[in-house]
């Protein structure tokens, strides 16, 4: 079968890294690659040996079955494997997917208040605090690079760098317009207000994704501004770059360091570029993109969250959970960004079969 020479392959080159690793002949670039890649391969190696396991054992069982004193046995020990190599079969399948190249990257979150005023910037707001505790959870590493905030505590946009194993894989698909109803406090007669934000989440990009030559950035230096008088530097600290051949551009005035300022605009520019050059080769495959559980559009409307029912509800799958409150707080965001894999997961597999 082909599909046992496909997984014979992949574990005999498990075995060749594991020679080359332990041959002392590998130079420290060398061997950072195939340790790398043999990483990569360890769980889908472990999984075939699984599988392979389990359909020696319903051979060996199927032989048992013709023993009168081993069949009643071997039968039920038979039915169990019969519902768990399928099981392990489609597991299989999913680890062999092709892989994003950008998975395993940290990502930078971006978000921003959309329509609805005050309202708008308190959601934004709460939003960027529910991706800060669910990096807590996760025990990822979640540093503020940017908060643009205003008298009442909202957030007009503020953007962070998360960091941790598998962190854009598991927040890509947060990238999109999240809608909140509610009574704001500030609303007297209790009617329900309908606002936005958008969600941005993009792969971080290190120097070898992205080339930035100097001609093409233009450097404006200029002096910080905060709310209400507050937070103003004295000096010219701030930094804008922006990026000519695209127009991307990118402003940071949280530091007092104009060096430290540029340092964390680049690598917003650096994970904007990239994103903007990924963007540009799934247009390409717009076909596939169909398949895709989100466009990553930002102007896609992707999820609700209506307070006075209680629930949250993903437009892209039809999910709706009645834990708002466990959302928001960052507790049951999984039930959320589970199922969106999964999606994911299900349709990428239908179009390669």
Not at 54 to 79: C, V
Request: one cysteine or more.
């Amino acid at each position: 079968m082909r599909e046992n020479e496909k997984y014979a392959s992949l574990v005999a080159r498990q075995e060749e890294l594991t020679a080359l690793m332990s041959s002392g002949e590998l130079d420290p670039d060398a061997f950072t690659k195939c340790s790398r890649e043999y990483a990569e391969l360890a769980p889908i190696v472990e999984k075939i040996m699984e599988l392979q396991d389990a359909r020696t054992e319903q051979a060996d069982l199927e032989e048992l079955i013709h023993d009168p004193e081993m069949r009643d046995m071997a039968e039920k020990e038979s039915r169990a494997l019969q519902d768990k190599i399928p099981t392990l079969e489609q597991e299989l399948r999913v680890l062999l997917l092709p892989k994003d190249a950008a998975d395993e990257k940290n990502a930078i979150l971006e978000v921003r208040a959309g329509t609805g005023g005050d309202e708008a910037s308190l959601f934004a707001a709460e939003l960027f605090r529910m991706y800060q505790r669910y990096a807590d959870l996760q025990g990822w590493r979640f540093e503020v690079l940017s908060v643009s905030d205003n008298e009442l505590g909202g957030y007009k946009e503020a953007t962070a760098l998360i960091s941790g194993k598998g962190v854009f894989a598991r927040l890509k698909f947060e990238s999109g317009v999240h809608r909140v109803q509610r009574v704001p406090e500030t609303e007297s007669g209790g009617r329900i207000h309908t606002s936005a934000a958008t969600v941005a989440v993009l792969p971080e990009a290190e120097e070898v994704d992205v080339q930035i030559a100097d001609k093409d950035i233009r450097i404006d230096i200029f002096r910080s501004s905060g709310p209400g008088g507050q937070s103003v530097n004295t000096t010219d600290s701030a930094v804008r770059i922006t990026h000519l051949p695209t127009g991307i551009v990118v402003s940071q005035q949280d530091e007092k360091s104009q060096h430290k300022n540029r340092a964390k605009a680049m690598k917003v520019l650096m994970a904007r570029i990239y994103d903007h050059e990924r963007a540009q080769v799934d247009a390409v495959r717009s076909a596939d993109r169909k398949s895709q559980v989100g466009s990553g559009d930002r102007s896609e409307r992707i999820r609700t969250y209506n307070f006075p029912q209680g629930r949250v509800t993903d437009h892209r799958i039809n999910l709706t959970l009645y834990k708002v409150d466990r959302v928001i707080d960052g507790e049951a965001l999984d039930e959320v960004i589970g199922p969106l894999i999964a999606e994911d997961q299900a349709m990428r597999l239908a179009t390669m079969t």
